[in-house]
């Protein structure tokens, strides 16, 4: 095989010309080779007991970092590239972690970005996760379809439905200037689709904005949406397959403005945390409680804390994650929203602290499961 010539150190002459000339001079005999060895020697020591160890230490610091949540730091996915994922949510599935959300990878003109689709990651530890590709894509060819690039697809959303063994994922679908005001609904029979979309509603006849879904645990889910021009959140349960609202609703929040809805229950307890309506600028936090998901709902407040708490560090509510295995763990799920880039819009992940019918967030550097005890 070919290889580049190499010019010879005189090391390496004079061990050439040695062994050339071997049955005259022995190797031992000849006093420059005997100092290209001990040359050689001290190479040779100083790589094992100075470079080797260097190297070694610095592959496994940057390497073995220890696994963790960077509120607000850029968020890698298994291969390189920014999570896009924003507006999202996380649906466990046999033993796998699926985090849906907006790909807002492309340019950022007028404070949006043109819909790409929605996208998926899986992971098993909540910390890596692999991108499982655009799972609902933009609909290209039909400028009047609901996922038209020109149009807003918002926080989406994915539950399972055992009964029929589907995914289904509701998100808001809307026109530029958010006059549009719908839910949409797509349904998959694998988590990482393709999902086809199945059309969109005005539930219970009101404008339906930011969107979330909660599933309960005796299999009835809800469609949790900023309605009534986003002066009041509505609460509507999904019919048995989760693919139409019901007209069962109820009013929470009434006249308060508010948005970006993220429910969990805990020990019968039904939480539900959202923002102000101020657009991709972050405002305060305000959650409220309830024992029965159709109310009467009581507004505790503020549930961050500490420098931050009056913008919710930044970042604006879209998900509250049951961590699997870990009773009372629950993660509180936000966009720290970049609106001149939109893409590169972060992620904030912070443990929830409950205390009965108290919640309370602070901010984090960063931070590990280990946090749930
Ligand atoms: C926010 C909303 C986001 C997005 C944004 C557009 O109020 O929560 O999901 O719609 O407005 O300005």
Redesign the pocket.
């Given at each position: 095989m070919w290889q580049p010539a190499r010019r010879l150190s005189s090391c390496d002459q004079t061990e050439m010309m040695t062994k050339l000339s071997g049955q005259v001079l022995g190797p031992l005999d000849t006093p420059t080779y005997g100092k290209c060895l001990m040359k050689k020697a001290i190479a040779l020591c100083v790589f094992v007991f100075f470079v080797l160890p260097l190297f070694t230490g610095l592959i496994l610091c940057c390497g073995a970092e220890a696994p963790a949540f960077r509120p607000d730091q850029v968020w890698l996915d298994a291969s390189g590239q920014p999570i896009q994922a924003h507006?999202g949510g996380i649906l466990q599935y046999g033993g796998t972690y699926f985090w849906f959300g907006e790909n807002k990878a492309g340019k950022t003109y007028n404070?949006?970005v043109d819909v790409i689709g929605v996208s998926c990651y899986s992971s098993r530890d909540l910390y890596h996760w692999n991108n499982e590709g655009v799972v609902l894509p933009a609909v290209k060819n039909d400028p009047a379809s609901d996922l038209a690039p020109s149009k807003?697809l918002?926080?989406p959303k994915v539950v399972y439905d055992r009964h029929t063994k589907q995914f289904v994922m509701w998100m808001?679908v809307d026109t530029a200037d958010?006059k549009y005001a719908r839910a949409g609904v797509a349904v998959s029979n694998k988590p990482t689709g393709p999902y086809e979309y199945l059309g969109s509603f005005r539930p219970d006849n009101s404008m339906s904005?930011?969107l979330t879904v909660f599933q309960d645990d005796d299999g009835k889910a809800y469609l949790i949406f900023a309605s009534e021009d986003n002066r009041t959140m509505h609460i509507t349960r999904l019919s048995d397959n989760y693919l139409r609202p019901t007209n069962e609703t109820a009013r929470v929040f009434i006249d308060q403005s508010r948005?970006?809805p993220a429910m969990f229950k805990h020990e019968g307890k039904y939480f539900l945390i959202t923002?102000g309506?101020?657009?991709?600028a972050p405002n305060a936090a305000q959650y409220a409680v309830a024992t029965n998901i159709m109310g009467p709902w009581r507004i505790k407040g503020n549930l961050t804390t500490g420098p931050g708490s009056e913008t919710t560090f930044g970042a604006?509510s879209t998900f509250v994650l049951r961590v699997a295995g870990k009773p009372g763990a629950f993660i509180f799920l936000a966009d720290c929203?970049n609106p001149d880039d939109l893409g590169d819009s972060r992620y904030v992940w912070l443990p929830i602290g409950i205390h009965g019918e108290d919640l309370k967030i602070e901010w984090r550097d960063q931070w590990d499961l280990s946090v749930f005890k």
């Open positions: 507006g404070h949006r807003v918002e926080r808001h958010y904005r930011d948005e970006a923002s309506c101020t657009g991709w604006q929203w």
